[in-house]
């Protein structure tokens, strides 16, 4: 299995700025692409941004200018940098990374999809 871990997560200020973190581990054979979702209360998932292997990137309208994902792939991490945060962004937010793990041998290789356990984002007014 593969698992993430995402870390950095807080309370902060209208105006302020936090940097998210997330790592994969297990039975990796190769990380595609991986992404930040959010939750607020009360509403349903959303995505924030997402990266590819390659280092393409997408963000949704509503952080475009104020977050920057980025990946490092020999450490099968991938970071959000929050700036300019405002009380909407509160919400809890999950890393997602696709890609393939290795099966019960080596010359298996399996398609997965896995999320973080999610890490509270705070911001007050």
């Known amino acids: 299995q593969v698992q993430l871990v995402e870390s950095g997560g807080g309370l902060v200020q209208a105006g302020g700025s936090l940097r998210l973190s997330c790592v994969a581990s297990g039975r990796i054979f190769r990380l595609n692409d991986m992404a930040w979702y959010r939750q607020p209360p009360g509403k349903q998932r959303e995505l924030v941004a997402s990266i590819t292997d390659g280092g393409i990137t997408n963000y949704a309208d509503s952080v475009k200018g104020r977050f920057t994902i980025s990946r490092n792939n020999a450490r099968n991490a991938v970071y959000l940098q929050m700036g300019s945060l405002k009380p909407e962004d509160t919400a809890v937010f999950y890393c997602?990374?696709?890609?393939?793990?290795?099966?019960?041998?080596?010359?298996?290789?399996?398609?997965?999809?896995?999320w973080g356990q999610g890490t509270q984002v705070t911001v007050s007014s």
């Open positions: 997602n990374a696709k890609g393939l793990r290795y099966g019960s041998s080596l010359s298996i290789r399996t398609p997965f999809d896995s």
